[in-house]
């Protein structure tokens, strides 16, 4: 199966939602217990003082994502740089995705925005699998202004339909893609999403990603792109 990173920084009171980890029963699952430390914290200080207490937090979700319907196996890292480390181990445990927590009841509804600079059907097998046959409706979402978006939507629709997916499309003609997608997020559990391709705006705004989960209570899972991985491997 797909597997699925989910960095939870442990020490700090964090949790999974119950949602998300039913969400995640047909994947495989890599909780990433982390704690950021103070560049001035030596490592192997932090792991001496708090490892004892991460180690139970991170059984105790394993557990919850056993109850949940799922399974996950465990990482646990003090690291002084999160974005590095979660890129490292997703690597080391192969994770197509990473999940950014929020909190969600059952998920019935998924947003799944698409966009010219994202791979496509990269995102579509993994909603694929990770709906399966359960009953979750999802919404491919674009804003675009560019001739063939509808086009564009149509074909992703018939692949998810393929598989027998209830799938709907909603596009918006507007110039301004991100306020748009925060406009469809209220009506959705949680939202799956590709990986932007590194940009300015990227640089300048943030990742869509956690602009997305910051103006949403429910998770967002980020598919990765392969150039990321490659990367981050030194390909």
């Known amino acids: 199966m797909t597997r699925v990173l989910v960095p939870v920084e442990i020490l700090e009171g ?26 001035q914290t030596p ?24 109850e949940a319907g799922g399974d996950a196996d465990t990482r646990l890292v003090f690291t002084h740089d999160r974005k590095q480390t979660v890129d490292r181990v997703a690597n080391e445990v192969d994770a197509r995705a990473y999940a950014i927590t ?53 074909k992703a629709a018939d692949r998810l339909n ?33 990986e932007q391709a590194p940009s300015l705006s990227k640089f300048l705004l943030g990742d869509a990603a956690e602009r997305v989960a910051s103006a949403s209570v429910g998770p967002v899972l980020v598919v990765r792109s392969e150039q990321t991985a490659a990367e981050s491997l030194g390909e």
Do not use: C, K, N
């Not at 596009?171 to 997020?185: K, M, R, Y």
């Open 14 to 39: 964090s949790s999974v939602s119950y949602g998300l980890m039913g969400l995640l029963s047909t994947m495989d699952v890599t909780v990433l217990g982390y704690q950021e430390l103070p560049e």
């Open 43 to 66: 490592a192997d200080q932090a792991r001496e003082q708090f490892e004892d207490r991460a180690v139970a937090a991170l059984g105790d979700l394993a557990e919850e994502f056993r």
């Open 102 to 154: 929020g909190a969600t009841g059952d998920v019935d509804r998924l947003l799944v925005p698409i966009a010219g600079d994202v791979a496509v059907d990269r995102i579509l097998d993994f909603v694929d699998e990770l709906v399966g046959d359960r009953d979750i409706r999802v919404t491919l979402f674009l804003a675009s202004q560019a001739e063939g978006a509808e086009t564009l939507l149509e």
């Open 162 to 194: 393929e598989s027998g997916i209830s799938t709907e499309t909603d596009l918006v003609v507007s110039g301004q893609p991100f306020e748009a997608l925060i406009e469809a997020v209220p009506d959705h559990d949680a939202i799956v999403m590709g």
